[in-house]
């Protein structure tokens, strides 16, 4: 299976991004000549790790038949320092779940199969990045 991302030229530092016929701006902080329209390259991969071990997460969580929950998920990376390029060398994810019933053995058991088994964002990051993560239920963290 292939995927494509087409992202065309615009103008200063800006693109139009179009994947699976959804369109987003990308662009770059006005300091280097972008306008800030958009997101940047980098922090998106922190999204899409977020946002595929956060679909892992709840459709795992949905088959063990938990479904009245919140959840937000923050990812927060640590650039290299020195020469260019610079990439992430760490990534902590922080799960965040409100709701009533939630059991801490189960949703444990959720993120390692995402983070472990199932997420492909966190298997091609895992190649540069040490990953870690933690879980707080109803503000008490669990991890």
């Not at 991969?45 to 946002?51: D, F, H, I, P």
């Amino acid at each position: 299976m292939s995927v494509v991302s087409t992202i065309t030229y615009t103008d200063g530092l800006s693109f139009d991004v179009e994947v699976n016929g959804h369109h987003f701006d990308i662009d770059a902080d006005a300091k280097y000549g972008g306008k800030d329209r958009g997101p940047k390259p980098m922090p998106l991969l922190l999204s899409a790790l977020g946002g595929c071990s956060g679909m892992d997460t709840v459709s795992i969580l949905r088959k063990m038949k938990f479904a009245d929950f919140k959840l937000k998920v923050e990812v927060e990376g640590e650039y290299s320092t020195g020469d260019h390029p610079h990439i992430y060398e760490s990534i902590e994810a922080r799960y965040y779940f409100e709701g009533e019933g939630l059991v801490e053995d189960k949703v444990k058991h959720a993120i390692k199969l995402s983070m472990t088994q199932y997420c492909g964002v966190k298997a091609m990051l895992d190649k540069a990045a040490d990953i870690t993560w933690k879980i707080f239920i109803n503000g008490r963290e669990v991890s």
